[in-house]
């Protein structure tokens, strides 16, 4: 069967010879609705040559009123179809949260949410693809009387546009489709199948923004050299491992694959989300360093790999122009430089739009309208995604360190409410977005087209990724060990290795090109390794921390601190030491634990937390100290960049030895204690 490209949903498609025929065949895939439209219009016209002028427009003008008719009565069967795909996957959520609650309760801890929604979307999936046999969707071929010439061939124009009658009708062309049959898809199934633009614009920025968000920051800076080398060197190291190996497994298949294609699939897999992970930690109290070390290593691993893709996309740009057969140092060159740039001009942007909120949020009284100050964080928030979109930037690394930025600085400046609102809204979209992009994974294992499967290619993946993650994670252990004075033990080393699961991004960049067929086994042996990871590796979590002989249960240090004081919860800590509690009578032993932590500490997380301390913090937030105590040498510019709230303290507490503020806003029942804390 001659390879096709695929026209947008319920159109027409392209099909195109390898040998380049002078013949550009029109196919049709989703048409079954509309197709006899173009048989009325068709029809009147070959009637028309053997009747007078008045009488083809009468017949031209019945048979448009016919078609206007029909396409409403289509319209509205469509929008029939779009609402009940939409009802699909809310009743799928609804029933995996309801599953997980029963599960929680009858203390059931060998299967995660995200593991009930991957299995019921498998189960949702095999259900429209082995039923609805009523709403097969047929296909139409039109064969142009005209040549094209090779270049339109090999690059389809983005709109066809069929004039018929003095009417165009316009086809866009939504990508490439593989081997499959018309009569093998159903209306409901295309519909279950969404554009992989939806992921990167609507489902994503969520989840990275609130990774950011809610990260709890004190052992993230605290280990942010380790946890930079097992996200930055780390990646490239299981990248590389991957791609070797999965190249000599490639050469045992029939289909094509070159070294940079497995390079790109690499990059893919390697990007972790061990959500399920880090989730049976918060709820067990994992030891903060090991939590810290496996959320740090995804959430930059994520950044990283994405980025890495987008590089390899660069070369294999680069390279076309020259010859796609040879290494081009050129090009190579160019795709490092683009790699770095594109990475930390992605952070810049990401933190340029934290600190714009920061300081608006400060310097101006908008927390007095809390609706207004809310929508302008969440506004310029996802900004932050789509500037460095435009700029030719990632906007997954932007907009997750415009998350970190806002939880470190902007959260001081908000008003009570904002803070409750702000935290529990995007905790919210992470979870039901999590939760429905892995419900979707299940459910395009079956209603997906351009899956193409390989049991050796698939297989052989993975057991490489193990291979692969082995390479990352131990002998870089070995090596930060050397300088760190908190080492990293070897049980912590295991659990590392076993949390690297995959997930949203990964299949988010899998599904991104399926044009090819290598590309295709690319998108179905990530969808099988992220069921795998989640299901049985996201539930054997707890019994391998009790193996491993983890240490569980361990609070944070502020809530150690302050125990007497304050009853611990979850996510109260922050990387002052929390946002509350501390009495007068706790200060010296305060100071005394800041001063051990200090000199725990890696020399770039003194570095940072000083200047945090000196400069960063009194600047951008209404926290005390202000750059009046901490930068004296500024004199007049330093009053100027301090707000009255700043230095009288009404807005804002300075705890005994802590820089930690709150909004001194009355506090009704509504507004619980724990409602401040937030992981800063």
């Not at 919210?428 to 992009?437: A, G, S, T």
């Not at 087209?449 to 490489?464: D, E, G, M, P, Q």
């Amino acid at each position: 069967m001659l390879p096709t490209l695929q026209l947008s949903r319920k159109l027409p498609m392209l099909q195109l010879s390898r040998k380049l025929p002078p013949l550009l065949q029109l196919s049709s895939f989703g048409m079954s609705k509309r197709l006899w439209l173009f048989g009325i219009l068709l029809s009147v016209l070959s009637r028309a040559s053997a009747m007078d002028s008045d009488e083809v427009l009468q017949e031209v003008g019945s048979g448009l009123e016919e078609v206007n008719v029909k396409t409403d009565e289509y319209k509205e069967k469509i929008h029939m179809v779009d609402s009940l795909d939409l009802l699909v996957y809310l009743i799928l959520l609804t029933v995996a949260i309801i599953t997980t609650w029963a599960f929680k309760r009858k203390r059931f801890k060998f299967i995660h949410e995200s593991g009930v929604s991957v299995i019921l979307g498998l189960v949702v999936g095999a259900i429209l693809r082995f039923t609805g046999a009523n709403n097969r969707i047929s296909s139409w071929d039109v064969n142009p009387i005209k040549e094209v010439n090779k270049t339109q061939v090999i690059s389809p124009p983005d709109v066809l546009r069929m004039n018929i009658s003095g009417h165009v009708f316009t086809y866009a062309i939504s990508g490439p489709q593989g081997q499959i049959q018309a009569e093998e898809i159903t209306d409901i199934q295309e519909k279950a199948t969404f554009d992989a633009e939806i992921f990167f614009y609507m489902i994503l920025p969520p989840i990275i923004f609130n990774a950011g968000y809610s990260m709890r920051k004190k052992h993230f800076f605290s280990n942010i050299g380790s946890i930079l080398t097992f996200a930055l060197l780390g990646t490239v190291i299981s990248t590389l491992v991957i791609a070797s190996l999965m190249w000599l497994v490639a050469q045992t298949i029939s289909t094509n694959m070159k070294f940079l294609d497995t390079l790109y699939f690499g990059s893919i897999i390697s990007a972790t989300d061990p959500v399920t992970t880090l989730a049976i930690f918060s709820d067990l109290n994992v030891d903060p360093t090991l939590n810290g070390l496996v959320l740090g290593e995804s959430l930059l691993n994520d950044a990283v790999a994405i980025v890495l893709c987008g590089a390899l996309e660069d070369y294999a740009r680069f390279q076309l122009k020259e010859d796609p057969d040879s290494f081009q140092a050129q090009a190579f060159l160019k795709t490092i430089l683009n790699f770095f740039s594109i990475f930390f001009g992605s952070v810049g942007l990401g933190s340029l739009l934290g600190v714009i909120t920061a300081l608006l949020t400060k310097f101006t009284y908008v927390r007095d309208y809390p609706v207004l100050e809310t929508s302008l964080f969440f506004l310029l928030s996802y900004s932050s995604y789509l500037l460095a979109e435009v700029c030719s930037m990632s906007g997954i690394v932007s907009v997750l360190f415009c998350g970190i930025l806002q939880a470190h600085y902007t959260f001081h400046n908000l008003s009570l409410e904002s803070k409750m609102r702000t935290r529990q809204f995007f905790e919210l979209l992470n979870f039901l977005m999590e939760n429905f992009i892995f419900s979707y994974i299940g459910v395009s294992m079956f209603t997906f087209s351009r899956h193409k499967f390989n049991f050796v290619f698939i297989t052989s993946a993975v057991l490489v990724i193990g291979i692969a993650r082995a390479f990352n994670i131990y002998p870089l252990s070995f090596l930060l060990n050397l300088g760190r004075k908190k080492k990293i033990p070897l049980n912590f080393q295991h659990m590392m290795w076993f949390s690297g699961l995959r997930g949203a991004l990964a299949f988010a960049l899998a599904i991104k090109n399926t044009v090819s067929e290598a590309r295709q086994i690319f998108l179905t042996t990530t969808s099988l390794i992220a069921i795998l990871t989640v299901i049985f590796c996201g539930g054997l979590t707890t019994p391998l921390l009790g193996q491993l002989e983890i240490p569980i249960g361990v609070l944070p240090d502020d809530q150690r601190r302050q125990g007497s004081v304050r009853q611990p919860r979850d996510g109260d800590e922050g990387e002052e030491g929390g946002e509350g509690g501390g009495d007068a009578d706790d200060t010296e032993s305060v100071e005394s634990h800041i001063n051990l932590n200090e000199g725990g500490r890696s020399y770039l997380a003194r570095s940072w937390r000083s200047a945090d301390r000196t400069f960063i913090k009194p600047l951008l937030t209404n926290c005390q100290p202000t750059l009046m105590e901490t930068m004296v040498c500024l004199g007049p510019v330093s009053r100027w960049l301090t707000t009255e709230e700043q230095m009288t303290g009404n807005f804002i507490h300075r705890d005994e030895g802590e820089n930690v503020c709150y909004s001194r806003e009355p506090t009704p029942a509504a507004a619980p204690e724990h409602s401040l804390a937030h992981g800063d």
